[in-house]
Structure formats: structure tokens, C-alpha cells
């Protein structure tokens, strides 16, 4: 595995309120529409050397271009050997994977928590 | 890892209500003969999209009926069967069928089999009925249900360009669209994705590989990617089949039978995108002599189970709790409002002329919110007009008259609980017009008028109300009939005369029915007093002007809202009522002399040269007022049902909108009291039901 360390320093942690930069709570609407914000937030959370948590439990919609911003995401972490945790995922989430052919993606480079019941 | 769908079962019902909704409007519109092909391309689609989200949701049933039902419609597309009279009847059954299979699945109850089974049957006949034999067979045996069992995988290319995103596309809707067509396995290409930090969001990437198994044919695939032509490349192969490519390199539908679509127009330029589409202004207002039109074939476009909720037009559907919490907060807000400024007023010191001018800001603020919170209740009157071009058809054709339906205003909107309750009043009048206004076409030419009847659906603002009408080119009423009728039923002395207006307004009279023999479309005599009774609890009113020989006209007047109205606040001793101000004439201090006592003990005034009765609301609610005679305080003069008095109050108040809570849900029904509302200082006040008002103080005399 090439390891490359991150080019920023992990102490710049002005933009992450809750001073725990390992762990992303996805919006509601991961689409087209708020994908510029989520890559925002996404690529600050890329080069965290801790393990990432993506806290999926309350996507309700994902269209193909938040899913596409979520896997480029998932695969570059994965290229550089950090981990990436779905915690439970909606079922909006899994259903796009399936649909969109990049489960494989998702569950090489993730290891998803239990999803959560009734989303 | 199951997908739970019954989340989406709800949206899925809905939108496919709306959706039949406007396919039988379509339907209404297509022209026996000469279809437009647009329309049909509507139609199909509806039927297409139901499809797809009853077999998502594996409502096998229904995905089958309207499986038989898009075949037809692809055929109507191809111009391989003809549209005639059969075949739109045949379609407007199909809608009715669908649409009691879809209620059937919601409310989990039983179907009749052998009514979809025998019109399923029509349809297939239908089908294999069409022009050209050679084509007939092959089609025909696609199209039916049997051939599912012959299963088949294609492998289909699927590669969009970088805009696909930006012109709203989403393959995600897509893959499922495919879904539905069969099991599917996809296999995304990441290849071309940049690494995260240079990606732009708004790019597609992303293409895909799909194998699907399942029945679907050529034209089912290409019905998947409709919309995205000119934005992405595609190719469909059958197992060891050659390549077929349906959209080509530069996104063009590449034809190899018969068009598919509406949308594969000018082969050379980049067609039809959702995009464009989308972007498309509404058709304008159907002014004239069209049937109800823009807004609902538009809805159509609402792609199969689109099954967030969010459309692609820029609307969102939000349940009428939340709007109902939401004004119901609103209404809290404008009683603490009106508090507020109650305490402003009385304020003194040096920052009570800034609180002031902040509460009138406030105030502006508030009408403002107010008034866009009421908007997002109103919905256009085309919701309910919408069922009449099928009722006025249907019902034209067992009463074999020849019948024309007008329908202007229809964008036109009121608040969604008046909308609901107007329906079934205006089916009552439309039927009235129908059965009785509207003569048969022998009985028309004989008097010299078109053949052709019109019935005429109207809605338009009047101030502060909305006025509906309902007028037909008939008969007119017939004074002499009705007069003659209620006479014999003992509804009129046989000494009495009548004005016109006193004896149209005979027709609300419950039981009155001039209809010589029942029948089931009208003339029970319930009815008129029903639809007056509905207009009522609505704050409405309805009125009929007639011509003999001319036609009717029914006139109805709604309130915008029920939520709020504008009201005079009157005092009467101690207690505040509210008046309805548009039932306000004026208001006037009386001389001694323009009183006069009748022999019954009522008191009556003159005004403006005739005299009207009084009414003292102190009398009436038992209040110790602080004038006893009439000229020390203040008469309102009002009007309720056609009829003018004044009411004795001691004061008038002030002008304000007021919050109108429901009495009976609250307490209970209270003759003469409409409502109450909560007023700045924390106190009630009821508000004045003027026509309540007439009843009680007549029972009152009589007694």
C-alpha cells in the first residue's frame, strides 16, 4: 500500500465545529443540489488519518451525482489506505448503490455499521 | 439488505390519482379522428409511468392491466389504430378500472376480477385489431401478458455525457425505471471519476453497464431513456445479438422501426431534454370553449414513482397537517400581535413612539406572513372543475343530448377546505343543468337555438370573495311550473304573490322538485336545499337569475378562506362582538323621530326609504347594556341572506382581522355565533353569525 501523508497538517481545525473532524453527518438531501456543500465538507474530511465515520441515518433522498461525489470519496480514501465508516445507512442510501452498480465500491472500501430499522 | 418500498406506497397512490386524473382529461381532448399526438404522448405516459411504480411495487395486477393499456396507447402513437369513439371510450373505462384497482390496493379491499379481466380482454382485441396484419402478430405477441414467459437479457451501454446532471437528468431514476422493467445488474465505471478534491459535482462521471432479464423490449429500453436524448450515448444488445445503438454519439435517437416518441423529432438537432422540457411555460389559459386543460396534462410529466415526493418543477409536496399547524401558529402570532399593540398604545417614555413604529412594522410583517401562509393553501378551482368534462359527456350521452362544456377561470384559487366542499355542490348544479336546463337537440332547433347545448363553468375574484358560476343556454326556469308545484305541495299560499326572485329562490326549498318522474340523475327535490346548505357552512351564498327560454345561471359567492375574516368589533355593555365587515351596509346614530314601534313589538327604522327592523344584540345575549334607547347608542346596519336590519350596539371599536376559532369544536353550536377569536387583550369575542342572527329573532318573536 502506498502511504502517502497528508499534505495539510491535521491541526487546522477552524470549519469543524464539533472538534471531531472523524465524523460527518450526511444531509438529508444528498443531490445534485447540495452537492457542492457536502464536497465541501467531504473533501476536509478526506484527509483525516483517523478513521472517518460517515453518519448516514438520515439520508432520505441521493440522486446519481451525490452518489457520485460519495464514491469518489470512499475510493480516495481507500487509495491511501484510511477507512471510511457508513454508520446506518438509509435504506434511500443502499437502494441507490444497488441501482447505480457501486456497491462493490462501497463495501471495499467501507465496512457499513448495521443499518437502522424503519428509515 | 430488502428495500423497504411501503414508505413509498402513499406518494405512489397519489401521484398516480393526479396522474389518471389528468389522463382522462386528455383523453376528454383528443379529437376523435385527428389526435394530437402530444396529447397521446401524454396519455401514454401516464400509463407508462403507472406502470413502472406498480411494478416496483409489485402490484402485479395493475402492472399487467396497464401493460395491455400502454400497448394500445404505443399503437394510437404509431398511428397503427385508429382513435374513434369505441377506442376512447374503451381508454376512459381503462381509467376508471385502474383507477378503482389502484383505490382497491390502497384500501386493501377485494376487486371485482372479471371487470378488468373482460376489459383487459377489450384491450388486447383492441390491440389485435390494428391496420396492417404483417406487423400485427409480431406486436401483438410482444404486447401480451403471456409473452413475459419469454425472458431474454439485454446488455445495454450506457454512457451519459458531462452536462447530464445539469440538464436534470438522473441515471438513478433511470437504473430504477430499468428495475421495473426486470432484474437488472449494473456495473458502474469509475474510471473517468477525479479524484475528490478536483471533483466538480455538477459533472457526470460516471457510466454504466447494465444487464437486464426480464420481457422488455427494444421500445421499452428506449422509453427508460426518453428523456435524456441528446445527452447521453446508448446501446442495447440481446444476447449474442448485434449492437442495436438507440442514442448515438452525439446523444440522437437512432430509429430503427417506427419513431418512438414525440420527443425523436428532427433527427439532426439534439431533441427533447428533460431540461428543456421542464423549462417549457404552461400551455396559456384556455380561455374559450376548451375543456379544463394547462395545468393537469402538465402534471403528467411527473415521472413514474418519483418517489421522494420532490418534483423536477421546483414544487414540493407537504402535508395539509403541516400547513394547518403552520397557520394555526400563524393565528396564535396575529392574536399576540394584536396584543402587542394593544399595550403599545397605552405606553409612555421616551421609547414609545420606536416601540410603536416597530409594532407597525410588525404588524405589516404579520398581514405579509399571513397572507403568503393562506396562499400556500389555495390550490387553483381546476382541481374541481377537472371531473366535469367526463360527468358532462357521460351523462350527455345516456340522456342522448348533445351538450358542450365551457370552462374559463379555472386558475382561479381558493382555499383547499372550500375547494373540497364545492365539489359536490357544483356536480349537483352542473347535473341540474344537465338534466333539466339543457333541452334535447330537436326541442332546441324547434325553439330556434343551436343544437348544441353549453354549459359554462366560470370561477373569478369579486373582491374579497370568489364567485363560481354555473350557467347553462336551457330552458331557463319556469316561473309558472315552479310556482304551480309549490302551490300543490303547500309550499306557497294559493293566494300569495310572488316576486321572481321569491319564487326562484323556491328551488332551495327542501323538497321542492318540479321533476315530473324521478330519475337517477336528478329530481328527487333534495338537492337545491342541500347545495344552498353546503354553500352556507362554507360563508357563501348562492343566488339563480333565470330567462325563460334562455338559460340559468347560478351564481355562487365563497369567502377566499375560512381561516380569517375581517370584522368591525362592536361593543354591547361589557362584551365585545365581532361583525363580518362584508356584510356591513353602515353604521349610523338614530334620531328619536326615525324609530317607530310596530304593533308587534318590534322596532323598525327608516333608512334610506325604507324601514328596517332592529335587532339589540343586548336583548339577544342577555347583556346589561350601557344605552337602553336606541338614539344614545348605535345601529349597524346589516345584510344576511338578501335581507337588511339593524343591530343596537352601544359602540363600534375598531376594524381588525380577526382568527376564527371553530365554537363547535370547542364548545358547541351556539345559534346567531359563528365563531369566536381571542382579541389583543386575552379576551373572547364571538362572532356574529348575521343569517343565525335573522332565525333566532324571529323564533324569538314567533314565540
Known amino acids: 500500500m502506498r502511504k502517502r501523508s497528508p499534505s495539510a497538517p491535521v491541526a487546522r481545525t477552524r470549519r469543524a465545529p464539533a472538534a471531531d473532524r472523524g465524523r460527518l453527518r450526511l444531509p438529508s438531501q444528498c443531490t445534485l443540489a447540495t452537492a457542492d456543500g457536502l464536497r465541501g465538507h467531504l473533501t476536509e474530511a478526506l484527509r483525516n488519518v483517523k478513521p472517518v465515520t460517515l453518519d448516514a441515518r438520515s439520508v432520505e433522498r441521493v440522486d446519481a451525482a451525490g452518489m457520485q461525489l460519495l464514491a469518489a470519496f470512499v475510493r480516495d480514501r481507500a487509495a491511501h489506505g484510511l477507512s471510511v465508516h457508513i454508520e446506518q445507512p438509509s435504506s434511500a442510501l443502499l437502494e441507490a448503490q444497488r441501482l447505480l452498480g457501486l456497491e462493490r465500491l462501497f463495501t471495499e472500501a467501507v465496512r457499513p455499521t448495521p443499518r437502522a430499522e424503519g428509515r | ?703
Open chain 2, 1 to 703: 439488505m430488502t428495500l423497504d418500498l411501503t414508505q413509498f406506497h402513499a406518494a405512489f397512490f397519489e401521484e398516480s390519482f393526479e396522474a389518471l386524473d389528468s389522463m382522462e382529461a386528455a383523453l376528454l381532448q383528443l379529437d376523435v379522428g385527428a389526435p394530437e399526438p402530444e396529447l397521446i404522448n401524454t396519455i401514454f405516459r401516464v400509463a407508462h409511468s403507472i406502470k413502472g411504480g406498480s411494478a416496483t411495487f409489485g402490484f402485479s395486477d395493475i402492472a399487467s392491466f396497464t401493460h395491455s393499456l400502454e400497448t394500445l396507447l404505443d399503437e394510437l402513437r404509431g398511428q397503427r389504430v385508429a382513435v374513434t369513439v369505441p377506442i376512447s371510450d374503451l381508454l376512459l373505462k381503462s381509467v376508471d378500472v385502474l383507477r378503482d384497482m389502484l383505490r382497491a390496493v390502497q384500501g386493501k379491499i377485494p376487486i371485482e376480477a372479471q371487470r378488468v379481466a373482460d376489459l383487459q380482454f377489450d384491450l388486447e382485441v383492441a390491440i389485435m385489431r390494428k391496420g396492417d396484419g404483417a406487423a400485427a402478430g409480431a406486436a401483438a405477441a410482444t404486447a401480451a401478458p403471456a409473452a413475459a414467459a419469454t425472458r431474454r437479457t439485454w446488455h445495454i451501454c450506457f454512457r451519459p455525457f458531462a452536462q447530464f446532471f445539469a440538464r436534470g437528468n438522473d441515471p438513478l431514476r433511470m437504473l430504477r425505471e430499468l428495475a421495473a422493467l426486470g432484474s437488472i445488474e449494473v456495473t458502474a465505471d469509475v474510471s473517468a471519476l477525479p479524484p475528490c478534491t478536483q471533483l466538480d459535482p455538477q459533472v457526470c462521471h460516471l457510466s454504466w453497464t447494465i444487464d437486464l432479464a426480464g420481457s422488455a423490449d427494444e421500445a421499452a429500453i428506449r422509453e427508460v431513456f426518453d428523456w435524456a436524448i441528446g445527452d447521453c450515448e446508448l446501446t442495447a444488445q440481446l444476447d449474442g445479438g448485434a449492437v442495436i445503438q438507440l442514442l448515438n454519439a452525439r446523444g440522437e435517437p437512432v430509429t430503427s422501426g417506427p419513431v418512438m416518441s414525440g420527443a425523436a423529432t428532427g433527427p439532426g438537432t439534439p431533441a427533447l431534454t428533460v431540461a428543456s422540457d421542464a423549462a417549457r411555460p404552461p400551455a396559456p389559459a384556455a380561455s374559450t370553449a376548451a375543456t379544463v386543460q394547462a395545468p393537469a396534462v402538465h402534471a403528467v410529466k411527473t415521472d413514474a414513482p418519483s418517489v421522494s415526493g420532490i418534483g423536477d418543477t421546483g414544487s414540493i409536496r407537504v402535508s395539509v397537517e403541516k400547513i394547518d399547524e403552520l397557520m394555526n401558529t400563524v393565528g396564535e402570532l396575529v392574536i399576540t400581535q394584536a396584543m402587542l399593540s394593544q399595550l403599545g398604545r397605552g405606553l409612555e417614555g421616551p421609547f414609545a413612539d420606536r416601540f410603536r413604529s416597530g409594532l407597525d412594522q410588525l404588524e405589516r410583517n404579520m398581514r405579509e406572513l399571513q397572507e403568503s401562509v393562506m396562499r400556500v393553501r389555495m390550490l387553483p378551482i381546476s382541481f374541481v372543475f377537472s371531473r366535469f368534462p367526463r360527468m358532462v359527456r357521460d351523462l350527455a350521452q345516456r340522456l342522448g343530448k348533445q351538450i358542450e362544456l365551457k370552462v374559463t377561470g379555472e386558475h382561479t384559487e381558493l382555499d383547499k377546505t372550500v375547494l373540497e366542499k364545492i365539489g359536490d355542490p357544483l356536480v349537483h348544479l352542473v347535473r341540474n343543468s344537465i338534466d333539466h336546463g339543457i333541452e334535447k337537440s330537436d326541442a332546441r332547433s324547434a325553439a330556434g337555438k343551436p343544437a348544441l347545448g353549453t354549459i359554462h363553468l366560470d370561477a373569478c375574484h369579486r373582491g374579497g370573495n370568489i364567485a363560481v358560476e354555473v350557467s347553462d343556454d336551457g330552458g331557463g326556469l319556469d316561473r309558472d311550473r315552479i310556482l304551480a308545484k309549490a302551490r300543490a305541495q303547500g309550499l306557497v299560499g294559493s293566494a300569495d304573490t310572488l316576486s321572481d326572485a321569491q319564487i326562484n329562490d323556491l328551488i332551495f326549498v327542501p323538497g321542492f322538485s318540479t321533476a315530473d318522474r324521478t330519475t337517477d340523475v336528478s329530481g328527487r327535490g333534495v338537492g337545491m336545499d342541500v347545495v344552498r346548505r353546503n354553500i352556507k357552512e362554507l360563508g357563501g351564498k348562492i343566488e339563480v337569475r333565470t330567462e325563460r327560454g334562455r338559460g340559468s345561471r347560478f351564481i355562487i359567492t365563497l369567502p377566499l378562506t375560512l381561516a380569517i375574516v375581517d370584522g368591525q368589533s362592536v361593543a354591547v355593555g361589557s362584551e365585545t362582538y365581532i361583525v363580518p365587515l362584508v356584510s356591513i351596509i353602515e353604521s349610523l346614530q338614530l334620531k328619536s323621530a326615525s324609530v317607530s314601534r310596530m304593533s308587534g313589538g318590534g322596532e323598525v327604522f327608516a333608512f334610506r326609504g325604507s324601514y328596517l327592523p332592529v335587532i339589540r344584540l343586548h336583548e339577544l345575549f342577555g347583556v346589561e347594556p350601557r344605552a337602553h334607547e336606541l338614539h344614545q347608542g348605535l345601529v349597524v346596519v346589516v345584510e344576511g341572506e338578501g335581507r337588511r336590519f339593524g343591530l343596537f350596539v352601544d359602540d363600534l371599536l375598531g376594524q381588525q382581522q380577526v382568527v376564527i376559532k371553530s365554537l363547535e369544536t370547542n364548545y358547541g353550536q351556539v345559534d346567531g355565533v359563528s365563531g369566536a377569536t381571542i382579541l389583543g387583550d386575552g379576551s373572547v369575542a364571538l362572532i356574529l353569525d348575521l343569517p343565525g342572527l335573522i332565525r333566532v329573532t324571529s323564533m324569538r318573536d314567533a314565540a
